[in-house]
């Protein structure tokens, strides 16, 4: 399975960015996609995920209400819609698909 993800970028405190992962190849393997992110100096953590064989959701405490993840036409595309961004949302943001399938990760950059 490979990953492609786009949307990160630059964005002042209070705006908004969504990102996209796309799946492709052996995605009949995958039961849930997800995204994660990384902050400079701190461990991963995760962010949201979406179950496709449960059509359930998650998202850490930091996020909710803030952050949207849902899928695209097909069942191997996902997005997550971030709105009212803070700082402490930088990172570099991965989409993991199933249970080890990982993007190249995209920079969110978010200004004070």
């Known amino acids: 399975v490979q990953l492609v993800e786009s949307g990160g970028g630059l964005v002042q405190a209070g705006g908004s960015l969504r990102l996209s992962c796309s799946a492709s190849?052996?995605?009949?393997?995958?039961?849930?996609m997800g995204w994660y992110r990384q902050a400079p100096g701190k461990d991963r953590e995760g962010v949201s995920c979406?179950?496709?064989?449960?059509?359930?959701?998650y998202y850490a405490d930091s996020v909710k209400g803030r952050f949207t993840i849902s899928r695209g036409n097909t069942k191997t595309t996902v997005f997550l819609q971030m709105n009212d961004l803070k700082p402490e949302d930088t990172g570099v943001y991965y989409c993991?698909?199933?249970?080890?399938?990982w993007g190249q990760g995209t920079q969110v950059t978010v200004s004070s």
């Open positions: 979406l179950s496709i064989t449960e059509n359930s959701t």
């Open positions: 190849g052996r995605t009949f393997t995958i039961n849930a």
């Open positions: 993991k698909a199933g249970p080890n399938y």
